[in-house]
């Protein structure tokens, strides 16, 4: 295994890397659209659902989010083998985070005022119009730094995919290193790809915050 560094390997390394990358960002981008509906349904059964429904919900959300994400991972691997491993893999990644982005629309539905509850009621809206136009906006504007933050961690959260054979960024490098003893390289690669889609994303978060504040 080579310790110096060698442009050349880099440069074979690339398109390797490139295809892992694609995958890596498809499972972020479809998992973390999973997630934010599903956290959200959670959220709002648990706000205004009768207790004997929101505590299975809840139960059940806590139960995911407090076990790994690599024995949900291979235990629906085991289970759902006629779906393809990156089909699974898309899915735990947006149900594991659906607790976790329940937690942050909760928190973004308390800090909505009481009395904007009251006005939709002395107003006699219906709850869906209530949710829609009153609650919601405000909750998801005030849920804004968390989501991005939590985007942001299952973008790294992704590797664990090499659980289940799914060849993302980092299994790629891995084997890239492995047949062509360019460890150094391809790992390196690996990161600056994972830097690079990281800092724009966290900057641009940060600046929707501010942008989000004034209104």
Do not use: C
């Not at 509906?37 to 659902?49: D, Q």
């Not at 699974?88 to 539905?109: K, N, T």
């Not at 299952?154 to 360019?182: C, N, S, W």
């Amino acid at each position: 295994m080579s310790v110096e560094w060698s442009w050349e390997r880099a440069a074979d390394a690339l398109p390797v890397l490139w295809d892992g990358f694609r995958i890596t960002l498809l499972a972020t981008v479809l998992g973390f659209v999973i997630a934010g509906a599903l956290g959200l349904l959670i959220a709002i059964i648990r706000r205004s659902l009768p207790r004997w429904i929101a505590w299975p919900v809840h139960a059940a959300s806590e139960f995911i989010r407090f076990t790994p994400l690599v024995v949900q991972l291979l235990f629906a691997y085991t289970l759902l083998p006629q779906f393809s491993a990156l089909q699974i893999g898309i899915v735990v990644l947006g149900i594991h985070y659906a607790g976790y982005l329940a937690e942050v629309y909760r928190a973004g539905i308390e800090s909505v005022p009481p009395g904007q509850w009251e006005a939709a009621r002395a107003l006699s809206l219906p709850p869906v119009r209530t949710w829609r136009a009153v609650i919601l906006p405000q909750a998801i504007r005030a849920s804004v730094p968390a989501l991005g933050t939590n985007a942001v961690s299952m973008f790294k959260d992704t590797p664990f995919l090499f659980a289940i054979t799914v060849v993302e960024l980092v299994t790629a490098a891995q084997q890239f290193g492995a047949r062509h003893y360019a460890y150094l390289e391809a790992m390196t690669l690996a990161g600056v790809f994972f830097l690079v889609a990281s800092y724009p994303t966290s900057v641009l978060i940060r600046r929707l915050e501010k942008r989000l504040a004034y209104y």
